[in-house]
């Protein structure tokens, strides 16, 4: 399989190549030059493990890794599950949920961040220089990206997050880790600053080529890969409908892209339940054909608060298909002017997409009526799918929610809206009274490259 950009101006990629290059450097993003078809095979899988299912779904993806070392990197991601179906299938009323928060941060970027975390050792196995990532975040991509690339050799992980500004989990989450090759760097400033500070160095071309400077954020195609898998386990978790449908809790696009690709591969998935908190852009466009920015809202499911889909161009890139110009239209008008537009009659997406979005309150009264009705707990974000889910899905077939975060990452939200519940989770409770290490700089840019420069150089 080669790898090409959304925009053309980068072809003929192999996958390591395309893992490493993260943002396409024309500024889009990398695609796969076909999405291939898995057909009869399917059958052939239902009774596989889910690492030996994710060695059947990435080979076709995969060329310039052998056989073994493509499944003892898969062994070695998944083994950090407590579970050992990793994404086990649980039915909860007349719909299932899909719990993905079973690895070491409890959220389903463990998912594509233990399996990213051993690519990059792999790719990196052989090189003079190491690789120095450089991410931000503002709380759950962080602990995921740390638990995942801690302890890999010839590889540096530089993480940024706004001091005082995550939650008290999150932040013990990162700055607990003990490994020498992990550097939490607390910025003073916000989680937009974070971010600007990471764009300025990133567009430092010779600062990035001098230290070899690598990305983990959600455009990287092996993480989009690796989450492919999981909707084949739900299928066969069913007993193999003839169809079933998905909800997914969406922020970046990047969950449901993976669901959109396993529905290409032939996977029987009717219709992808596509849910949005209050920051509903794609909701909107779906409903109305126009995608268009507008600010962010701070709301109960943190994690989906977001302004831009960054993974959502990708998408576009099979929809409009052959028709360029009018991909190259569209986003071109998006990056230039905040908004873009299709035409509805000429386009039907709800073939592929039923979406809606749900607000604080009706997160909340969600995870009340779930919990009330079966005794599960509902992290709000596994809330917003559900109830979206449960609004628009078709009777007529299993419906699969996907829970992305174990609710015990949110304790002050949940015993307030279940007061008599009791969500600990060892892994959070073992955090308590550990020593912490982050290094605090402050918003300037000067200051976080010589921290990184001298860290490299000891
Ligand atoms: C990142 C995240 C999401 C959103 O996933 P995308 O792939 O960005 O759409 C949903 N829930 C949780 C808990 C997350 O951490």
Redesign the pocket.
Same mark, same amino acid.
């Given at each position: 399989m080669k790898y090409l950009s959304t925009r053309g101006g980068v072809t003929d990629l192999s996958f390591c190549q395309a893992v490493s290059m993260g943002l396409s450097s024309d500024g889009g993003l990398i695609v796969p030059e076909y999405i291939p078809h898995i057909g009869v095979k399917l059958k052939d899988f239902s009774k596989l493990s889910y690492p030996a299912l994710a060695f059947e779904i990435m080979t076709p993806f995969v060329d310039d890794i052998s056989s073994g070392d493509l499944r003892s990197i898969i062994n070695k991601s998944y083994s950090s599950f407590s579970e050992k179906q990793v994404a086990p299938l649980v039915q909860v009323a007349d719909y299932y949920v899909m719990e993905l928060?079973h690895g070491p941060t409890l959220?389903? %970027?463990d998912v594509a961040l233990q399996f990213l975390g051993n690519i990059f050792e792999y790719i990196n196995r052989d090189k003079d220089q190491a690789l120095n990532v450089l991410g931000a975040t503002s709380g @759950?991509?962080g602990s995921?990206a740390i638990a995942g690339l801690k302890g890999k050799k010839n590889i540096n992980l530089f993480i940024m997050f706004p001091e005082g500004r995550t939650s008290s989990i999150q932040e013990r989450q990162m700055t607990t880790v003990t490994e020498s090759n992990v550097q939490n760097i607390a910025i003073e400033g916000t989680f937009d600053d974070c971010q600007a500070l990471l764009k300025t160095v990133f567009r430092d071309l010779a600062f990035k080529s001098e230290l070899n400077l690598g990305a983990v954020n *959600?455009v990287n195609w092996a993480r989009v890969l690796a989450?492919t898998v999981y909707y084949f386990s739900a299928y066969f978790q069913l007993g193999m409908p003839s169809y079933f449908q998905v909800s =997914?809790?969406?922020?970046?696009?990047?969950?449901?892209?993976?669901a959109f690709v396993a529905r290409q591969m032939g996977l029987p998935i009717e219709r992808l339940i596509l849910a949005t908190n209050q920051n509903d852009i794609l909701h909107r466009f779906f409903e109305t054909g126009l995608y268009k920015k507008t600010g962010v809202r701070s709301t109960n *499911?943190p !994690?989906?608060d977001?302004q831009v889909?960054?993974?959502f161009e990708r998408y576009l890139y099979y929809f409009f298909g052959q028709e360029r110009e009018k991909f190259e239209k569209f986003v071109e008008s998006f990056e230039t002017t905040g908004s873009a537009e299709i035409n509805l009659d000429t386009y039907n997406f709800h073939e592929v997409f039923s979406t809606g979005s749900a607000s604080d309150a009706q997160i909340s009264d969600r995870i009340r009526s779930i919990y009330n009705a079966t005794g599960y707990i509902a @992290?709000p974000?596994?809330a =917003?799918g559900i109830e979206v889910g449960i609004k628009k899905m078709n009777t007529e077939i299993p419906l699969v929610c996907?829970a992305? !975060?174990h609710p015990a %990452?949110f304790p002050s939200l949940i015993s307030e809206i279940l007061p008599n519940s009791s969500i600990e989770h060892p892994t959070i409770e073992a955090l308590k009274g550990l020593p912490t290490r982050k290094k605090k700089i402050g918003n300037n840019v000067d200051e976080l490259k010589d921290f990184i420069r001298s860290f490299v150089a000891d």
């Open positions: 928060f959220a389903f %970027k @759950d991509t995921a *959600s989450q =997914v809790p969406t922020g970046n696009f990047g969950n449901i892209f993976a *499911s !994690a989906m977001i889909a960054s993974n @992290d974000h596994t =917003v996907l992305t !975060a %990452k």
